[in-house]
């Protein structure tokens, strides 16, 4: 069985099309956990809505809002399933995601982890930033750890891990720390990149080719409204899976050249964001001229 966790708060008005897409997989085998931070809006009746029409697959915990990683991590302890993952409120499902999903699990049975592809959507359901969709897409299908911690190529929306790997923090204590495979609460914009990261530093996951899900941007999105507070912290957190020079004559070691990558992509993006923010002040500018 899959667990789907939905992290919910005030998310009434993408809510029930994302458990719609979720509800009606072709893959029946399933639960979604819903914890909700005690909305204020429509959600909850939103939800108590599919519980009825899904008596079987959903279910909801109404929680103190605590922020997204403790809500997940919520999820984890209550969800019954072999496979893990966690769906934002405004995200979408395609109709084979977990089927695809168990395929590739059942094939692989030797691994842990795995994810596929995705695509992102505007307020009304359009594609939008196909640029970053290709870009996102390129480096999946040729996945490397030290390149990971240089680029976040995969995308939370599409990721998938096993109970198991709980199981293996008691069999390696040694040497796995429990709070790897957790989402830190401490970490506000990228405790996603922090969890693939730690997993990747133990597994070698699965590359699922097909599209999984849609991710929505909009001007309530977390990464839209703070996209470069959310830049800086990914460098961050990139940093802490990198080892640090030694000594003055460690300067072409891996870890090295890893970390100088890190600064290079960080100041990259974060001129684009200034470019993109300029460009859309010029253009409000011009409209408020005419």
């Known amino acids: 069985m899959i667990s789907v966790i939905v992290p919910s708060y005030n998310t009434s008005k993408y809510l029930q099309q994302t458990l719609q897409s979720i509800c009606t997989q072709s893959h029946r085998d399933f639960e979604v956990i819903i914890i909700d931070g005690g909305s204020t809006d429509d959600s909850l009746n939103i939800i108590n809505h599919y519980k009825r029409l899904y008596p079987d697959h959903v279910f909801c915990y109404v929680l103190p809002p605590k922020g997204e990683p403790d809500a997940i991590n919520m999820g984890v302890r209550l969800a019954k399933g ?4 966690y769906c934002d409120a405004d995200d979408l499902y395609e109709t084979d995601t977990l089927k695809n999903v168990v395929e590739a ?3 692989n049975p030797e691994k842990m982890w795995g994810y596929g592809l995705s695509i992102m959507i505007d307020e009304h359901g359009q594609e939008v930033r196909k640029s970053i969709s290709a870009y996102k897409k390129f480096w999946s299908k040729r996945y490397n750890y030290n390149r990971l911690k240089v680029m976040d190529y995969i995308s939370s929306q599409c990721l ?3 109970r198991g790997i709980y199981n293996d923090i008691t069999k390696y204590s040694y ?3 429990p709070e790897v495979f ?4 401490k970490i506000k914009y990228c405790f996603d990149y922090n969890f693939v990261l730690g997993l990747g530093a133990f597994y070698v996951p699965i590359f699922i080719n097909h599209q999984l899900a849609q991710q929505r941007i909009h001007s309530e999105s977390m990464s839209v409204f703070d996209s470069k507070k ?4 990914a460098l961050e957190v990139c940093r802490e899976y990198t080892p640090r020079r030694r000594s003055n004559w460690d300067l072409f070691s891996i870890g090295a050249r890893i970390r100088f990558w890190q600064y290079f ?3 990259l993006v974060t001129n684009v964001y200034k470019l993109l ?8 500018q011009n409209k408020n001229r005419r």
Do not use: A, H
């Open 82 to 85: 072999d496979i893990l993952t």
């Open 230 to 233: 959310e830049t800086k912290q």
């Open 277 to 284: 923010n300029f460009k859309r002040g010029q253009v409000c």
């Open 105 to 107: 699990f059942e094939n």
């Open 175 to 177: 040497f796995i720390k």
């Open 265 to 267: 992509m960080y100041c």
């Open 182 to 185: 957790e989402f830190d609460t």
């Open 160 to 162: 998938f891990w096993r």
